[in-house]
């Protein structure tokens, strides 16, 4: 079992930037695949970006490529999603999930943290 904390969202400006941390407890963090997931008021939950066990795959959204960049350090039980060119439309909570197998799908990960909102202002 894992229990995952988000920190680092906030207010920003259209343009601006933001490192969002995910902290993972237990001695286990290197054996899941780790994602970003963002929930926006009135909408479902969608996929950011996915990392697999040793970082060496990565799969982003269309909607954020080429803007974010998920890493992890498993040395720290941390992952990170550096968003940068942000816009209104990032607007969202953000949740950072583990599970064994890498997947683009919020239903297939088995562990969640609380999110951590982000807001970007025009």
């Known amino acids: 079992q894992v229990q995952l904390v988000e920190s680092g969202g906030g207010l920003v400006q259209a343009g601006g930037s933001l490192r969002l941390s995910c902290a993972a407890s237990g001695r286990t963090f290197s054996r899941y695949a780790m994602g970003w997931f963002r929930q926006a008021p009135g909408k479902e939950r969608e996929f950011v970006a996915t990392?697999?066990?040793?970082?060496?795959?990565?799969y982003y959204a269309d909607s954020v490529k080429g803007r974010v960049t998920i890493s992890r350090d498993n040395a720290k039980n941390t992952m990170y999603l550096q968003m940068n060119s942000l816009n209104p439309d990032d607007t969202a909570v953000y949740y950072c999930?583990?599970?064994?197998?890498?997947?683009?799908?919020?239903?297939?990960?088995?562990?969640w943290g609380q999110g951590t909102q982000v807001t970007v202002s025009s």
């Open positions: 990392i697999s066990q040793n970082g060496g795959i990565t």
């Open positions: 999930a583990a599970d064994s197998i890498i997947s683009s799908r919020p239903d297939q990960y088995q562990y």
